[in-house]
Each structure stands twice: as C-alpha cells, then as structure tokens.
C-alpha cells in the first residue's frame, strides 16, 4: 500500500519539510517567514493526525505507512529543531536532548523487535504527551511574536519546549527501563 491516500499524506509531510526550512532563506522580512513557516509547520503537524485517522477509517493501513509516519515525525520535528537552534531559539542542548532520544528509542524499538520483544517498548501515554507538547512548542518558537496581541510565543514556547525536554528524559528512561529486563536476558 505505497500510494494510499494516508501514505500520500505522509510523503506530503516529508516533502514539506525542506521548504519549511526554506522559508527561512527567503528575503522576506522575518515575521512573515515566522509565520509562514508555523503555518506549514502546523498543516504538516496536523497531517500526521489525518493520516493515522484515514488510515483507520479507510482501512488503509499498512506496515509500510506504519515504518514511515514516525520517520516523517521525526524528520519534521528534527527539522524544525535544527532551525530554531540556528535561529537562536532553542538551545543546542535542548534540540540535541530531543534529537538524541529519537534516535535512541528507535534503534531500541528495531533491536526489540529483532528479538521479539516489541510489546516491552510499545508506545507509552508519556511519549504521546512529550510529542504533543513538543508539537505545541515547536510552532510557538517559529512564530516569534505575539499571538493575537496576548501570548507572547518566545515565553511560552521555551517554557514548553523545556517541559518536553523533561518529558523526553523522562520518556526514554521508561521506555529504557521496560526493556531492561529482555536487555539483561539476551547478554547472557
């Protein structure tokens, strides 16, 4: 199932990503390119939800959209990171926090799935939560401004993208420790 429409979707999420980081390249003034880039960030963020709920409603699912839908998160997510540390944004410490437990937890899902023990590392609530308030930071630190006149975004979106940080430690040390035990059985 390569071209269904959730596969499509998901493909659309990852084509989107190198002109989200465009955007910023452009010799536009910077809030317009605050403001384009979180509008296509949050479209690409909100694929992600359609893609899954057509995937179900359509019975369109697929292993193969299931390998490339959280590649497509993590490029997106990785992406944006990498801009809003060049941006002065986000703290290289931060970015390479979130980053780094990305890779860390997939490579640890495809290992425990090598040796039949996915279950241990399936997807947890605690996960959902820290790409839910990543997802809500993100688009606030690309925005740089004032939302409506009110909300300062910078404040708020470092204030989330911090507690995602702890959630991602957080997150990884759980998934880590529910692998442990197959961990320790296949170092024997």
């Known amino acids: 199932m390569f071209f269904t429409i959730p596969t499509l979707l998901t493909w659309a999420r990852i084509v989107a990503i190198p002109l ?4 910023f390249y452009l010799p536009w003034e910077a809030p317009t390119r605050n403001l384009l ?3 296509m960030f949050i479209v690409c963020a909100l694929t992600d939800w359609l893609d899954g709920y057509l995937a179900r409603r359509l019975n369109q699912s697929s292993s193969f959209g299931a390998f490339l839908d959280p590649v497509a998160d993590k490029f997106l997510v990785c992406a944006a990171l990498l ?3 060049e941006l002065g944004r986000v703290h290289a410490l931060i970015a390479l926090v979130i980053i780094g437990r990305e890779i860390a937890i997939s490579a640890l899902r495809e290992w425990m799935a090598q040796i039949g023990a996915s279950r241990s ?3 947890h609530m605690l996960g959902k939560l820290k790409t839910t308030v990543q997802m809500i930071a993100i688009p606030f630190l690309l925005y740089d401004g004032e939302l409506f006149g009110l909300l300062p975004t910078r404040i708020w979106g470092t204030v989330l993208i911090l507690v995602a940080c702890v959630l991602t430690i957080w997150s990884m ?5 529910k692998a442990l035990p197959e961990i320790r059985a296949k170092a024997r």
């Open 37 to 39: 880039a979180t509008v």
């Open 121 to 123: 590392v399936a997807v």
């Open 83 to 85: 801009v809003l540390v």
């Open 20 to 23: 989200i980081v465009g955007v």
């Open 173 to 177: 040390v759980y998934y880590l420790q």
